[in-house]
């Protein structure tokens, strides 16, 4: 049986964009629209949009890297709304067996990275505040993201002395900073780092053009150069 | 007295969220005796993060001393929360098995 096909209408209710970001996303080919012989309308098929929004890393870096406009569904645009769908991919952890002894700290970690965005951010976002936030649990996969003032920007108001953002990373990630002022820190990413040295979980993450890995099981930090220069923070855990 | 964080939330998560839940318990707080002890039921929670738990058991541990115990539980996130607290404040909690 042939698919049915919803109207460019439709689709834009079911990503959470508007009409023009689908109409501009044909032409740049991002997601092409169908159209039927001789017509001129835009039709697409749910199975095109269920493709479009598994590309988690993708859409998430092109909102991080090109502005472009992020689908309702995945954005927090403030920490309400991020604690909120934080609760709902617990639930759908739940309900997947995920189990007992991972889920939380797949929560926590999220949960940390995430607020971290909104801790260290708020009043001084740049341009588009609030975070990416996506899952996946059949890919067992989460993806989060900023266009925040990243990592060496904020630690380096209390560590005057980090220039690089290798430097900013390796100590966002290593070092228990106790300076409480100018704003707190809640050394968060020592705790992810501490959970995916003992547990099946691995991290990817960039701030700057400092990329990080960390393997599951693991306690070795990987850090290196990347030849893109992120806005922000950008994060893939999978489990 | 005996602190259920269930009561805060099944997803114990955000450094506001802890805030909120340690000026909730203030009135409490108050009521606590000089001598007695206060323990940290953590039965029920989902979900412990280290934003949560330095807003509400670090000033608790600040305020209480010794008098704080914190009961046992098997959830991963709550024993690596407290153990990366007890690192960043130099302190031990105390526990009960």
Redesign the interface.
Known sequence: MEEKLLTITEAAEILGVSLDTLRRWDKNGKLVAIRKEGGVHRYYRQSDLDLFESDLIKIALDWTIEESELPSMFYCEN?AVF?TR??KM?NAM?KSGLS??????I??VA??IG?NSF?HNLGKWPDSPGVFFGFDVVKRQVVLADRGLGILSTLGRVRTELKTHTEAVKVAFTE?V?GRAPE?R???L??VR??VA??PVSLFFRSGDAELRLKKDNNELFITRSQINTRGCFAIIEY | MRIELKKFGTTLISRQSGKEAFSAFQSTMALVKSDEVVEIDFNGVITFSPSWGDEFLTPLSNHFGDRLILLSTSNPSVKITVKLLEDINKRLFRNKT
Do not use: Y
Not at chain 1, 100 to 105: A, Q, R
């Open positions: 920490s604690q934080l609760v617990q739940i007992e002894n991972i889920l939380p700290l929560i926590a949960g940390e607020n801790d228990i106790s707190e809640g050394n968060g020592k705790f501490r959970v003992g547990n």
